[in-house]
């Protein structure tokens, strides 16, 4: 190049780079290089992958029927109480509906915020913990709920 | 310093098909300034020219130190893909007159690369995961003494993917690669369907094999995105679907 390059921006100050001790560039996040990614050879992400698409087809089902009963129909939100829940988790067929869209719902969501963080989470350390509160999370929710769905007591005082 | 240099006589005016347009630069030079910075360029330019030649006009005419790559300047070489109005695209493919030259035109390096210089972006990773899925043709057993021949149906396959330029602009404009750059990419699947559907190529196995780890064509998120930015018109989104279909189908 020319000796004519001068700056495009010449701030008045001294600059603090110049060709010998150039400024830091700004790297890509998580630059692939000859040694990374590691091969795991497994079929986790297929199955993964797979499993987004089925469990969403019956969550449509499940989740939009969920909130009709639940919100819409029959007086709306207004009569939901201890009551009504009692009365639906009497018969098997809620208590079925009920913990099929807990685990569907939960893993679902969990898969969903898993790809979110191996997005988003730069260092190696933030995704590992991340996703150690996420499965922490995700396995309390589901044995809690499904405790509930199966040992309620219409009865307790 | 945006001084126009092209000297015009008054009465051809009128008749002159150049027009001034702005060229709003992403500027960046290590050996100045940590910062990248927009630099304005006005240049007198026939609508029907391209943005390179408006680049060029810029580098030899009115600043020297702009820093950017072409090579064929015709669509070929895939070295000039950048981000112009937002959208990435080759400098050498765009004309002023189809992207609103009444508006700054803003040109900045494609993303999710390294910047060295002004629009140079450091490629290697890129190509570390075109390398990465073996893009040549693997066979076994011995050497034909003839050409090895496919049908026409056999060729129509992976007729799309054979187009690629390696230009950059569909992996740079991913939203999952500008975030992680350990996913392979959409480049590099296009360059990987290509022998995977090819009937006389047989590592397609292995290809498969690579695509199916964590980093491979299930980060892909369907966003299309690298469909819009090829500038040599393939379907890069429905290609990686096709290499998801294959590795579902030949599980069950
Ligand atoms: C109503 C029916 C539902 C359908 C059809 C559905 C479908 C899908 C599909 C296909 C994906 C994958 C998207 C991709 O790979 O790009 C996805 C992602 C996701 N889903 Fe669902 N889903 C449903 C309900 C839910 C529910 C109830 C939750 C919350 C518990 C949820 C949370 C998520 C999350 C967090 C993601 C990841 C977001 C992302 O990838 O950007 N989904 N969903
Ligand atoms: S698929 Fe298209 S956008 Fe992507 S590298 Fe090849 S030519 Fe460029
Ligand atoms: S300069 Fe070769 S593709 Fe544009």
Same mark, same amino acid.
């Given at each position: 190049?020319?000796?004519?390059?001068?700056?495009?921006?010449?701030?008045? $100050?001294?600059?603090?780079?110049?060709?010998?001790?150039? #400024?830091?560039?700004?790297?890509?996040?998580?630059?692939?290089?000859?040694?990374?990614?590691?091969?795991?050879?497994?079929?986790?992400?297929?199955?993964?992958?797979?499993?987004?698409?089925?469990?969403?087809?019956? =969550?449509?089902?499940?989740?939009?029927?969920?909130?009709?009963?639940?919100?819409? =129909? $029959?007086?709306?939100?207004?009569?939901?109480?201890?009551?009504?829940?009692?009365?639906?988790?009497?018969?098997?067929?809620?208590? #079925?509906?009920?913990?099929?869209?807990?685990? @569907?719902?939960? @893993?679902?969501?969990?898969?969903? @915020?898993?790809?979110?963080?191996?997005?988003?989470?730069?260092?190696?350390? +933030?995704?590992?913990?991340?996703?150690?509160?996420?499965?922490?999370? %995700?396995?309390?929710?589901?044995?809690?709920?499904?405790?509930?769905?199966?040992?309620?007591?219409?009865?307790?005082? | 310093?945006?001084?126009?240099?092209? /000297?015009?006589?008054?009465?051809?005016?009128?008749?002159?098909?150049?027009?001034?347009?702005?060229? *709003?630069? !992403?500027?960046?030079?290590?050996?100045?300034?940590?910062?990248?910075?927009?630099?304005?360029?006005?240049?007198?330019?026939?609508?029907?020219?391209?943005?390179?030649?408006?680049?060029?006009?810029?580098?030899?005419?009115?600043?020297?130190?702009?820093?950017?790559?072409?090579?064929?300047?015709?669509?070929?070489?895939?070295?000039?893909?950048?981000?112009?109005?937002?959208?990435?695209?080759?400098?050498?493919? %765009? =004309?002023?007159?189809?992207?609103?030259?009444?508006?700054?035109?803003?040109?900045?390096?494609?993303?999710?690369?390294?910047?060295?210089?002004?629009?140079?972006?450091?490629? /290697?990773?890129?190509?570390?995961?075109? !390398?990465?899925?073996?893009?040549?043709?693997?066979?076994?057993?011995?050497?034909?003494?003839? /050409?090895?021949?496919?049908?026409?149906?056999?060729?129509? *396959?992976? $007729? $799309?993917?054979?187009?690629?330029?390696?230009?950059? #602009?569909?992996?740079?404009?991913?939203?999952?690669?500008?975030?992680?750059?350990?996913?392979?990419?959409?480049?590099?699947?296009?360059?990987?369907? *290509?022998?995977?559907?090819?009937?006389?190529?047989?590592?397609?196995?292995? !290809? @498969?094999?690579? =695509?199916?780890?964590?980093?491979?064509?299930?980060?892909?998120? +369907?966003?299309?995105?690298?469909?819009?930015?090829?500038?040599?018109?393939? /379907?890069?989104?429905?290609?990686?679907?096709?290499?998801?279909?294959?590795?579902?189908?030949?599980?069950?």
């Amino acid at each position: 190049m020319s000796a004519e390059t001068t700056p495009a921006v010449s701030d008045n $100050d001294i600059s603090l780079y110049d060709v010998d001790n150039p #400024a830091p560039v700004i790297e890509a996040p998580r630059k692939r290089t000859k040694k990374t990614p590691k091969a795991t050879r497994t079929n986790f992400e297929m199955y993964g992958w797979l499993f987004m698409r089925l469990s969403g087809i019956v =969550l449509v089902v499940l989740v939009l029927g969920h909130l009709l009963i639940q919100l819409v =129909l $029959d007086g709306g939100v207004s009569k939901i109480g201890f009551a009504f829940v009692a009365g639906r988790w009497a018969s098997p067929f809620w208590q #079925a509906w009920d913990l099929i869209m807990l685990w @569907l719902a939960m @893993l679902h969501g969990a898969n969903g @915020l898993r790809t979110v963080i191996n997005d988003y989470a730069e260092r190696d350390n +933030t995704r590992f913990w991340l996703k150690m509160l996420l499965y922490t999370a %995700t396995v309390f929710t589901v044995l809690l709920g499904t405790l509930v769905i199966f040992t309620f007591d219409p009865n307790i005082r | 310093m945006a001084t126009p240099t092209l /000297e015009k006589t008054g009465s051809a005016a009128q008749a002159s098909p150049y027009i001034t347009v702005t060229f *709003r630069v !992403r500027r960046f030079n290590p050996e100045v300034s940590a910062e990248a910075t927009w630099q304005d360029f006005q240049v007198e330019i026939d609508p029907k020219e391209r943005v390179l030649d408006g680049l060029h006009k810029i580098k030899w005419d009115l600043d020297g130190s702009l820093t950017f790559r072409r090579s064929c300047a015709h669509g070929i070489c895939g070295s000039d893909a950048m981000r112009i109005n937002g959208k990435n695209r080759l400098a050498c493919k %765009t =004309l002023i007159k189809d992207i609103n030259p009444e508006k700054p035109i803003t040109v900045e390096p494609i993303k999710g690369l390294t910047v060295l210089k002004d629009l140079v972006v450091d490629m /290697e990773p890129f190509f570390q995961a075109y !390398r990465d899925v073996m893009p040549f043709l693997i066979t076994k057993g011995n050497e034909p003494t003839r /050409e090895r021949l496919q049908s026409a149906e056999d060729r129509e *396959r992976f $007729d $799309d993917t054979t187009k690629c330029i390696l230009c950059a #602009a569909c992996t740079s404009s991913c939203p999952v690669f500008w975030n992680d750059g350990q996913y392979f990419g959409p480049a590099a699947i296009v360059n990987a369907h *290509r022998f995977i559907f090819d009937s006389r190529d047989e590592a397609g196995e292995q !290809r @498969l094999e690579i =695509l199916n780890d964590k980093d491979g064509v299930w980060r892909c998120r +369907t966003t299309f995105n690298c469909t819009d930015a090829c500038p040599r018109g393939i /379907e890069v989104t429905k290609a990686i679907q096709e290499v998801k279909r294959a590795l579902i189908t030949r599980r069950f």
